[in-house]
């Protein structure tokens, strides 16, 4: 009977190494498709304000400028959407060349530099979206 347990004791530690090795790889790649996911919508967000902020510009034509001193200021941020783009090929260079090498920190950190990115863009669009309709408004008077 003794000379069962050995075998089923290295047994039963070569499958809890292969679970958490498979567990960690799942984990690793989850946090790579996640990391390409976020620089997707963040880009997706970059371009939609880039949209916006045109369509924002394209009304300012129509009004005093009087009306258009916050439509002015949200349309100075042009150059910050040029330049979060650009930090974003950055960043998918970095996934490209170095996410299989990473570390399970380094690519927690560089999902929550993304995610702020993009909830900061978003907020960004909410603000065009507040000055567009403002100026729907006046428009309208």
Same mark, same amino acid.
């Given at each position: 009977?003794?000379?069962?347990?050995?075998?089923?004791? #290295?047994?039963?530690?070569?499958?809890?190494?292969?679970?958490?090795? +498979? /567990?960690?790889?799942?984990?690793?790649? $989850?946090?790579?498709?996640?990391?390409? &996911?976020?620089?997707? =919508?963040? +880009?997706?967000?970059?371009?939609?304000?880039?949209? /916006?902020?045109?369509?924002?510009?394209?009304?300012?034509?129509d009004l005093p400028e009087e009306m258009?001193? &916050?439509?002015?200021? !949200?349309?100075?941020?042009?150059?910050?959407?040029? %330049? =979060?783009?650009?930090?974003?090929l950055q960043h998918r260079l970095w996934?490209? $060349?170095? =996410?299989? &090498?990473?570390? $399970?920190? +380094?690519? &927690?950190?560089?999902?929550?530099?993304?995610? $702020?990115?993009?909830?900061?863009?978003?907020?960004? #669009?909410?603000? #065009?979206?507040?000055?567009? !309709? %403002?100026?729907?408004? =006046?428009?309208a008077r």
């Amino acid at each position: 009977m003794n000379y069962l347990i050995a075998p089923i004791v #290295l047994v039963l530690l070569g499958l809890s190494f292969f679970f958490v090795r +498979e /567990r960690r790889w799942r984990r690793r790649e $989850q946090c790579i498709r996640t990391l390409l &996911d976020e620089a997707d =919508a963040l +880009e997706a967000s970059l371009l939609t304000c880039r949209e /916006r902020m045109q369509t924002l510009r394209g009304m300012l034509t129509d009004l005093p400028e009087e009306m258009t001193g &916050d439509a002015d200021e !949200a349309l100075a941020a042009d150059d910050k959407v040029q %330049a =979060a783009l650009r930090d974003l090929l950055q960043h998918r260079l970095w996934i490209k $060349q170095h =996410a299989v &090498d990473a570390g $399970q920190p +380094e690519l &927690d950190a560089a999902i929550g530099a993304l995610r $702020q990115s993009r909830r900061s863009m978003e907020q960004q #669009l909410r603000h #065009l979206d507040d000055i567009t !309709a %403002a100026l729907r408004e =006046a428009r309208a008077r």
